[in-house]
């Protein structure tokens, strides 16, 4: 939990606040918008939230924080126990946010998919009890697809768990040397039916995207919805080789999709159209920067 006496003095004044161990990893924004704002270095409280449903959304955002920045000066216990309960959070049909962001991947995002064919891990939260016990519900985990080396989390014991494989890029397999399936080169490959692999280096050398059913992409952190610019953006920071990157994210205009579903940044669901006309626009603004050799 948050130490009151770390609390930063970017907090307005009330009941939830952020303390100074806060890495600026974005999920709280993501989850609580109306609560919480970047202020620098670190997210800070921009205004309390008020009624019932923006205080559940704080108490998401409390729980899934990696590394327990947030606090409650006086808890409401009925409805931090609901907003347990809340996780995963189902996003669309059978693709669910985990929730509980792991500060091992510095809070990535990780989801979950059920499929017929075998129940899929994209990326790794913390490891819980309450996550272990939902996908056991849901009929355990057969791959956990890993979108590069950052955002491990916690695989190695989910992937023991529930005897999943690992899946990786060799560019990344440092990350997790005894992975059990190793993705080489560059083209997409079919890994299960209506399962495309898709590699986008750029962030880092074996960054990967997943591309679900011809609707769902996740793109770990090679592509985000931002909601500054209100359109799509490739990663800033960290980025291993800049043109790379661009041409990776030309490579996705092949194929259709309505959902960005990220590890760092918001996601976002669009008409496949209008997806499209979104990722076309990143490109013309990422161009005028990065000229492409």
Same mark, same amino acid.
């Given at each position: 939990?948050?130490?009151?006496?770390?609390?930063?003095?970017?907090?307005?004044?009330?009941?939830?606040?952020?303390?100074?161990?806060? +890495?600026?990893?974005?999920?709280?924004?993501?989850?609580?918008?109306?609560?919480?704002?970047?202020? &620098?270095?670190?997210?800070?409280?921009?205004?309390?939230?008020?009624?019932?449903?923006?205080?559940?959304?704080?108490?998401?955002?409390?729980?899934?924080?990696?590394?327990? $920045?947030?606090?409650?000066?006086?808890?409401?216990?009925?409805?931090?126990?609901?907003?347990?309960?809340?996780?995963?959070?189902?996003?669309?049909?059978?693709?669910?946010?985990?929730?509980?962001?792991?500060?091992?991947?510095?809070?990535?995002? $990780?989801?979950?998919?059920?499929?017929?064919?075998?129940?899929?891990?994209?990326? /790794? %939260?913390?490891?819980?009890?309450?996550?272990?016990?939902?996908?056991?519900?849901?009929?355990?985990?057969?791959?956990?697809?890993?979108?590069?080396?950052?955002?491990?989390?916690?695989?190695?014991?989910?992937?023991?768990?529930?005897? =999943?494989? #690992?899946?990786?890029?060799?560019?990344?397999?440092?990350?997790?040397?005894?992975?059990?399936?190793?993705?080489?080169?560059?083209?997409?490959?079919?890994?299960?039916?209506?399962?495309?692999?898709? %590699?986008?280096? &750029?962030?880092?050398?074996?960054?990967?995207?997943?591309?679900? =059913?011809? @609707?769902?992409?996740?793109? &770990?952190?090679?592509?985000?919805?931002? @909601?500054?610019?209100? &359109?799509?953006?490739?990663?800033?920071?960290?980025?291993?080789?800049?043109?790379?990157?661009?041409?990776? =994210?030309?490579?996705? /205009?092949?194929? $259709?999709?309505?959902?960005?579903?990220?590890?760092?940044?918001?996601?976002?669901?669009?008409?496949?159209?209008?997806?499209?006309?979104?990722? #076309?626009?990143?490109?013309?603004?990422?161009?005028?920067? +990065?000229?492409?050799?």
């Amino acid at each position: 939990m948050a130490d009151r006496a770390k609390r930063l003095p970017t907090n307005v004044d009330g009941n939830f606040f952020v303390d100074s161990t806060c +890495i600026n990893c974005d999920t709280c924004r993501q989850l609580a918008p109306a609560s919480f704002a970047e202020n &620098g270095e670190f997210s800070s409280v921009s205004r309390q939230p008020e009624g019932e449903r923006e205080r559940y959304r704080a108490y998401q955002a409390l729980l899934a924080c990696p590394v327990g $920045s947030i606090g409650a000066i006086v808890p409401d216990k009925a409805q931090m126990r609901a907003a347990t309960e809340s996780f995963p959070i189902r996003i669309a049909s059978d693709v669910y946010y985990n929730g509980f962001n792991s500060e091992k991947s510095y809070g990535a995002n $990780s989801y979950f998919v059920r499929h017929p064919g075998g129940n899929w891990l994209i990326d /790794s %939260p913390r490891y819980m009890k309450r996550l272990e016990d939902f996908f056991e519900r849901m009929g355990g985990v057969q791959y956990i697809f890993l979108t590069h080396e950052d955002d491990i989390g916690d695989a190695p014991r989910y992937a023991k768990r529930f005897g =999943a494989k #690992r899946i990786i890029h060799r560019a990344d397999a440092d990350a997790q040397p005894d992975a059990e399936w190793i993705v080489d080169g560059l083209e997409p490959m079919t890994a299960v039916p209506g399962f495309t692999i898709i %590699p986008v280096p &750029g962030h880092t050398d074996g960054s990967m995207a997943l591309h679900v =059913a011809g @609707r769902y992409l996740f793109t &770990g952190d090679h592509m985000s919805w931002d @909601r500054e610019i209100n &359109g799509l953006r490739l990663a800033m920071v960290y980025v291993w080789d800049e043109a790379t990157l661009r041409r990776s =994210a030309a490579k996705l /205009s092949e194929c $259709s999709f309505e959902w960005v579903l990220p590890g760092h940044g918001d996601r976002m669901h669009l008409p496949a159209e209008r997806m499209k006309e979104e990722l #076309r626009l990143l490109l013309e603004r990422r161009e005028e920067k +990065i000229p492409i050799p």
